[in-house]
């Protein structure tokens, strides 16, 4: 079975420079996720979809982030504008509901490195 | 206060020892309790689950104590391979969302 895709796998940009990342999830999986993790500390929450909907963003900075999940299958997120402190790696994790007993699968991660 | 915090370690063991390391919860009315391991510059990836009367899965033994709200993990006869940060994560209420620790980072070494 596949796992979670997710490209690029590395990302350098200057400051104020938009990105875009891009999550593929596991075949069938009903639940993704969306995680920042800097170096250093564990994985925080940005974004969960259900489907195509937003189940909660409540981590998520809206004025410079945004994430969506068109056709309920894979994910983009953008950063626009990027600060130095947005430097970390993204990680896409999907599961098959949204139950938290549920093992989250998580991709190989996008290092973005924001100069 | 941290909704889980843990020891960062490192805890550098030889092959064969046995270590062992806890992580605290804030929110009493957490429901689910897991380890992830990391390895470097890898993804987190589940290690076990942690039950309310505590599991063992080979030489992995995790230990729930709701009473003084923590978790552990023992590593019996540790491997070269068991060197990996392992993340304490918590369900803090009754939904969906996990809450991940910062990671103890363990390196067995020969």
């Known amino acids: 079975e596949a796992g979670v895709a997710q490209s690029p796998r590395y990302k350098i940009i200057e400051k104020r420079q938009s990105v875009a990342f891009w999550c593929n999830p596991i075949s069938g999986h009903a639940t993704l996720y969306w995680y920042q993790q800097i170096l250093g500390q564990g994985p925080k929450l940005l974004i969960q979809f259900q489907n195509n909907g937003v189940v909660d963003d409540s981590q998520l900075p809206k004025d410079r982030f945004s994430a969506e999940r068109l056709k309920g299958v894979d994910s983009t997120l953008k950063i626009q504008p990027a600060k130095l402190e947005d430097s970390a790696v993204y990680l896409c994790?999907?599961?098959?509901?949204?139950?938290?007993?549920?093992?989250?699968?998580f991709g190989p991660g996008t290092r973005l490195t924001v100069t | 206060r941290k909704e889980v915090e843990q020891d960062p370690g490192p805890f550098n063991v030889p092959e064969g020892a046995t270590v062992a390391f806890n992580c605290t919860y804030s929110n009493s009315a957490s429901q689910s309790f897991f380890w992830y391991r990391q390895d470097c510059r890898k993804e987190p990836k589940l290690l076990m689950s942690v039950y309310s009367s505590g599991n063992e899965d080979g030489r992995f033994t995790a230990q729930l104590n709701r009473a003084s709200q923590y978790i552990s993990l023992l590593i019996r006869d540790s491997k070269l391979s068991d060197s990996a940060t392992y993340l304490c994560v918590v369900n803090p209420s009754n939904d969906y969302k996990l809450s991940f620790g910062a990671g103890t980072t363990v390196t067995v070494r020969a």
């Open positions: 994790a999907s599961s098959p509901t949204g139950s938290p007993s549920n093992e989250q699968y």
